[in-house]
C-alpha cells in the first residue's frame, strides 16, 4: 500500500508513544496533518481521534490546515525586534502579498510568528522549511520570495555561506554561525570522545561514579539547579526493570542558544555524558529530545551516534564493561516552551500534550513510560564527562560556594561581542558587561523572561545559584530601548503564548497582568495599578509549574528593579482611572450606521 | 440628622434588579422612612437635584448614553454599587461582545424575521438623537470605579434590603448563604 500517512505509522511500528514522531513527519510530507490523516493515525495506532487532535493543536509547528509550500517561521521575540525583526516582517508580507500567520492564495507562501529559535546572537533569524536563515536583511528577503515564486528548493534560497565548525558538515550546511567567544571545560579543543568512557568509567563502579558526581557539588544547568549527583542516585535507588536518560536539548527559554552550539560543535561529550549517567543509574536507553528549531542538526547528529556505535561507545557491552548496554534515539519536539520542563518533555516523548504533571512522583521515581527517568540539561551532561576526567576537586575549585564549575552563557543585545561565552560561576554582572563589549547599559536580563530584569544599581550582583541564578540567558538593553513597551511587554506575550493552559492561575493572571500593563502604557495608569499587579501575581505561585511560577517574573522584577519606569507613566493625580475610552469605544457604532462619532 | 439621599438607574438592563428591590414589600415603607430619593426610575426624577450618598446602578453600558448616566452617578453618590449580574459582568447584553457591531445591526433591522421583509430601504436608526452603540457592553467598573458589588440575576430582595440597611446604618453586611446561593 502506497499511502505516505500509513508508511510512516508503519515506519514507527503503529507505536502510539511515538505520535509526535508520526505528526512530524506527516506534517513534513504533507504540510499539514489534515482531517484524514488524523483519523487514519488515531484508527492505525489504537487511540481516540481526540487524542491524535490534542497533540496535534498543543504544538506550534503542527497544523491542520497547509501552511504554504514554503513555511516561513519568523521569530518575534524581544533581541530580533531589537534588531529589526518588524522591518524584516514587513518585507515579507510586501514581497509575498500575505500578512503575517496567513498563507498566500495560491498556498505557496505561509508566513508565521514563532517564539525564540536560539538565534539571538544573529537576529533577525527565520526558520523556512527547517532550514535557518540568520542574519535577515530586506535585500536578502526580496532573493528569498523571488527563489519561492520560481520554484526554487530551499537549499538553493539558502545560499552556501555557511558558518563555522560544524555547521559547514555536509550533514548540517547551516549559515549558522558559532560565535563561541570563550571557551572552557564543554567546548574546549583537543578532547577525544569516548576516552573518558574507556579510560575512567571501565575502572569505576557506578557508585564511585555518583560519589564522584556528588563530590564536585554540580547542579543542573538549565536553570533550576536541581543537585545532579542526587539526582543519578535517586534514579539508581528507584525500583524498575528500566530506566531512562533523557537529555533536555529542548532549549526554549528566550535568549539561550548555548545548547545550540554544544550540539553542532560537541555532540559526542553530549552523548558521552548520557552514556555515564546510564552507567550510573543502570539505565539502558537513552531519549535525546531536541527542540524542533534544530532539526537541521538531526541528520549530523544521528551520524555522530552511528560513529559512537562503532566505536562501541553505544549499544551492547559498551566499551568492554561486560552487560553494559545502552543506547540513545533522538526524539524532536514541535514547537513548545513548557516542554523544557522535565516532566512536560517526557509528556511530549510519550507522544502527548507537553503538560507538566503533578510532582510527586518525581521523574526520577516514574518517568518515561512510568520507569525512573533522569532528565539532565545537555551542559550538565557534559561536564560530568569532565568531571569524571579531571576529578571532583578540580570543578569544586572553580566557581563560587554554592556553585560550582562553570557556565556556558548565551549573550545577546545590545553588545559588540554577542555569543556564548564559558565562564566560572562568582561572573557578576559588571564583568560580563566589559567582556562582551556593552556601553550605556540601561538594563540586563538574566536567565531570560522566567528569571530577573536588572538595572544598574545591580549590576555588581554575581551569576550564582544563590543570587543571579540562570540558565545561561543573558540580555542587554541599551539606553535607547524602551524596556516597558519592547521588552517586558514582549516577555508577558510570550508567556501567554506558551501556558499550556492547564491551570487556570497561568492561563488568566498573565492575561491579566498584560493588560493592566498596556493600560499604564497608555497613559491610563495609577499607583494603585502597580499594586494590583503585584497582588495578582502572588497566586501564580500555585500553578504546577515554573512557567507558571515564574510567568509574572518580567513584570515583577522590572517593577522592583527598575520601578522608575513605572512611576514615569503613571498619573499621580488620580486614585482611579479605568481607561475607558468613549471615543474609541463609538467609533465601531458609528461606522455600522453611517455617523459621525460625536458624543460626549 | 437629615436622611441619606438614594439615587438609582437601570443602563444596559432589564429592570429585573428594581423589580427586585420591590420586592422587599412593605419594607418599602421602611425604606422611604430610613432614606430620600433622587434621581430614580422609582420616584421618575429625571435629573440630579443635590448630591446622594448611594448610587445603585443596574445593567453596564452598552451605548454612550449609558456611559454618560453612569459618570452623571460617579459625580454625584459617594458610593456607587453595581447591582446584578448586567453592572457587574456585562450579563446577556453583552452575549454581543465577540460579534462586530455592524452584525448585530443588520440582524436586528436588515435580516431578522421582523424586519427583513419591513425594510426595503435597508435604513439603519441614525437619528443624531439615538444613543451611539459601543463597541462592546461594558460592565460598570470597566469605565468608572465602583465601590460595591451585589451579585445576582436579579440579586435577591433579602440581599438588596440587607446591603442597603447596611450602608445607611452603618453595619456590616450579613450574607447568610440563602441570599448569594444560585443554583
Redesign the interface.
Known amino acids: 500500500m502506497n499511502d505516505p500517512v500509513i508508511n510512516i505509522i508503519e515506519k514507527y511500528n503503529k507505536d502510539y508513544t511515538r505520535l509526535m514522531d508520526i505528526l512530524i513527519d506527516v506534517q513534513d510530507e504533507a504540510g499539514c496533518v489534515n482531517e484524514d490523516a488524523v483519523h487514519k493515525i488515531a484508527d492505525a495506532i489504537g487511540i481516540s481521534v481526540v487524542d491524535v487532535e490534542q497533540t496535534l493543536s498543543f504544538y506550534h509547528f503542527f497544523s491542520s490546515e497547509p501552511r504554504g509550500k514554503y513555511t516561513v517561521y519568523l521569530n518575534n521575540s524581544a533581541v530580533a525586534i531589537m534588531m529589526g525583526r518588524d522591518m524584516i516582517a514587513g518585507a515579507f508580507e510586501q514581497e509575498a502579498g500575505c500578512s503575517f500567520n496567513s498563507v498566500t492564495g495560491d498556498g505557496l507562501i505561509g508566513l508565521f510568528d514563532t517564539a525564540c529559535i536560539g538565534m539571538n546572537d544573529q537576529e533577525p533569524a527565520a526558520i523556512i522549511n527547517n532550514e535557518i536563515f540568520p542574519r535577515l536583511t530586506t535585500k536578502k528577503v526580496r532573493q528569498i520570495v523571488k527563489g519561492m515564486r520560481e520554484g526554487r528548493p530551499v537549499e538553493e534560497l539558502r545560499g552556501n555561506d555557511f558558518g563555522d565548525g560544524a555547521n559547514s558538515h555536509e550533514l548540517v550546511r547551516s549559515l549558522v554561525r558559532n560565535n563561541i567567544k570563550r571557551k572552557g571545560p564543554v567546548l574546549e579543543d583537543g578532547y577525544k570522545v569516548g576516552s573518558v568512557i574507556r579510560e575512567h568509567l571501565t575502572n569505576m563502579s557506578p557508585r564511585e561514579v555518583i560519589k564522584t558526581i556528588k563530590k564536585s557539588n554540580i547542579r543542573g544547568r538549565g536553570g533550576a539547579g536541581f543537585p545532579t549527583g542526587m539526582k543519578w542516585d535517586f534514579c539508581r535507588r528507584a525500583e524498575g526493570d528500566q530506566k531512562y536518560i533523557f537529555c533536555n536539548a529542548d532549549e526554549g527559554e528566550p535568549g539561550t542558544f548555548k545548547d545550540r552550539v554544544i550540539l553542532t560543535e560537541a555532540p559526542g561529550l553530549i552523548i558521552e555524558g548520557m552514556v555515564i549517567a546510564a552507567y550510573a543509574v543502570g539505565a539502558s536507553e537513552g531519549l535525546l529530545y531536541v527542540r524542533h528549531e534544530y532539526k537541521y542538526l538531526v541528520k549530523y547528529l544521528n551520524k555522530v551516534m552511528d560513529e559512537m556505535r562503532a566505536g562501541n561507545l553505544l549499544g551492547k557491552n559498551i566499551a568492554g564493561i561486560d552487560g553494559f548496554d545502552f543506547d540513545v534515539r533522538i526524539q524532536l519536539g514541535a514547537g513548545a516552551y513548557v516542554c523544557g520542563e522535565e516532566s512536560a518533555l517526557i509528556e511530549s516523548a510519550e507522544g502527548k500534550r507537553g503538560e507538566p504533571r503533578d510532582r510527586p512522583p518525581f521523574p526520577v521515581q516514574k518517568g518515561y513510560l512510568e520507569k525512573p527517568t533522569v532528565v539532565n540539561n545537555v551542559e550538565t551532561l557534559c561536564l560530568a564527562v569532565k568531571i569524571l576526567k579531571n576529578g571532583a576537586a578540580w570543578f569544586r575549585d572553580q566557581g563560587t560556594e554554592d556553585s560550582t564549575g562553570t557556565k556556558i552563557l548565551s549573550v545577546s543585545g545590545d553588545c559588540r561581542e554577542a555569543g556564548v561565552y564559558e565562564v566560572t560561576w562568582g561572573f557578576t554582572v559588571n564583568d560580563v558587561l566589559k567582556t562582551v563589549d556593552a556601553e550605556q547599559v540601561q538594563a540586563v536580563q538574566v536567565g531570560g523572561p522566567s528569571g530577573a530584569l536588572i538595572g544598574p544599581d545591580e549590576f555588581d550582583r554575581v551569576l550564582c545559584y544563590s543570587d543571579l541564578s540562570t540558565g545561561g540567558s543573558i540580555m542587554i538593553f541599551d539606553e535607547n530601548r524602551d524596556l516597558l513597551k519592547d521588552v517586558v511587554l514582549n516577555f508577558m506575550e510570550f508567556f501567554i503564548e506558551e501556558s499550556c493552559g492547564s491551570c487556570s492561575t497561568c492561563r488568566i493572571l498573565p492575561v491579566l497582568m498584560k493588560q493592566k500593563m498596556e493600560k499604564i502604557l497608555e497613559g491610563h495608569g495609577t499607583e494603585q495599578d502597580i499594586k494590583d499587579i503585584k497582588e495578582w501575581a502572588r497566586p501564580l505561585e500555585h500553578s504546577r509549574c515554573g512557567l507558571g511560577h515564574t510567568a509574572a517574573n518580567p513584570i515583577l522584577t522590572s517593577i522592583k528593579n527598575l520601578r522608575n519606569l513605572y512611576e514615569r507613566k503613571v498619573k499621580k493625580d488620580v486614585?482611579?482611572d479605568?481607561g475607558?475610552d468613549?471615543h474609541?469605544?463609538?467609533?465601531?457604532?458609528?461606522?455600522?450606521?453611517?455617523?459621525i462619532?460625536i458624543?460626549? | 440628622m437629615s436622611k441619606p439621599i438614594l439615587a438609582t438607574a437601570s443602563l444596559a438592563g432589564c429592570f429585573g434588579c428594581h423589580m427586585s428591590l420591590l420586592d422587599i414589600d412593605e419594607r418599602i415603607l421602611e425604606l422611604i422612612e430610613l432614606v430620600d430619593f433622587n434621581k430614580s426610575p422609582i420616584n421618575d426624577i429625571k435629573k440630579f437635584t443635590r448630591p446622594c450618598d448611594i448610587g445603585l446602578i443596574e445593567g453596564g453600558c452598552c451605548?454612550?448614553d449609558n456611559?454618560?448616566v453612569l459618570k452623571d452617578f460617579r459625580k454625584h453618590c459617594k458610593i456607587l454599587v453595581s447591582v446584578g449580574e448586567c453592572a457587574i459582568m456585562g450579563g446577556l447584553p453583552a452575549l454581543r461582545n465577540g460579534l462586530?457591531?455592524?452584525d448585530c445591526?443588520e440582524e436586528a433591522y436588515l435580516n431578522g424575521p421582523s424586519t427583513k421583509d419591513e425594510n426595503p430601504e435597508g435604513i439603519?436608526?441614525?437619528d443624531?438623537e439615538l444613543p451611539?452603540?459601543?463597541?462592546?457592553v461594558?460592565p460598570c467598573?470597566?469605565?468608572?470605579?465602583m465601590d460595591y458589588y451585589l451579585p445576582g440575576c436579579p440579586p435577591d430582595a433579602e440581599l438588596l434590603w440587607g446591603a442597603l440597611t447596611a450602608l445607611i446604618k452603618g453595619n456590616e453586611l450579613e450574607l447568610p448563604y440563602e441570599v448569594i446561593k444560585y443554583d
Open positions: 486614585e482611579f479605568t475607558f468613549l474609541k469605544a463609538i467609533r465601531e457604532g458609528s461606522d455600522a450606521v453611517g455617523r462619532p458624543a460626549h | 451605548n454612550n456611559v454618560h462586530p457591531v455592524s445591526l439603519m436608526p441614525n443624531v451611539i452603540l459601543l463597541d462592546k461594558y467598573h470597566e469605565v468608572v470605579k
